[in-house]
């Protein structure tokens, strides 16, 4: 736990340091791809993929993770905060049970709204992974990242 608050707060370091904050406003929405690697066995990883609607303060969407034995499709629900919501907050549930919450998500996101430095921790005792936490870095898709039409626009 104290390596993934030490990196969160890293991550909150590079991300906002010398920049001009106010450039921080902007959509959210879109496609998301990334990685992300649990802190407690750091050989287990994988990728993430995030279809995040935004709308004001508010995030929600669908993710679908690779390599977890834990809700691999998931639907997720938070907020951005802080004075350029450029930090965000959410929490994980099942597709089926879209109420019942396993996991919760904390991050940063830089100014430029095309990527987001997270630490996650999954906090619901009977959950296969509970106790597990970790780090995600996902990157918004652009029109320009296709490659030869094998990522989603």
Avoid at 14 to 37: F, H, K, N
Avoid at 60 to 80: D, Q
Avoid at 131 to 151: A, N, R
Wanted: charged share 20%; with cysteine.
């Amino acid at each position: 736990m104290i390596r993934a608050i030490i990196i969160f707060l890293v991550s909150i370091l590079l991300i906002s340091s010398p920049v001009r904050a106010a450039e921080t406003q902007g959509d959210l929405s879109g496609y998301w791809i990334g990685t992300w690697t649990s802190l407690n066995a750091p050989t287990y990883n994988g990728v993430v993929e995030m279809d995040i609607k935004n709308e004001g303060n508010d995030v929600s969407g669908i993710s679908v993770i690779g390599n977890t034995k834990c809700f691999p499709e998931r639907v997720f629900k938070g907020k951005l905060s802080g004075k350029y919501n450029n930090f965000i907050r959410f929490k994980l549930a099942p597709i089926e049970n879209p109420e019942d919450s396993f996991a919760k998500n904390r991050g940063v996101i830089n100014r430029y709204r095309n990527a987001i430095s997270m630490v996650y921790s999954f906090n619901k005792p009977n959950s296969e992974c509970y106790g597990d936490v970790g780090t995600m870095f996902i990157s918004k898709i652009q029109p320009y990242s296709s490659i030869q039409g094998v990522t989603k626009k």
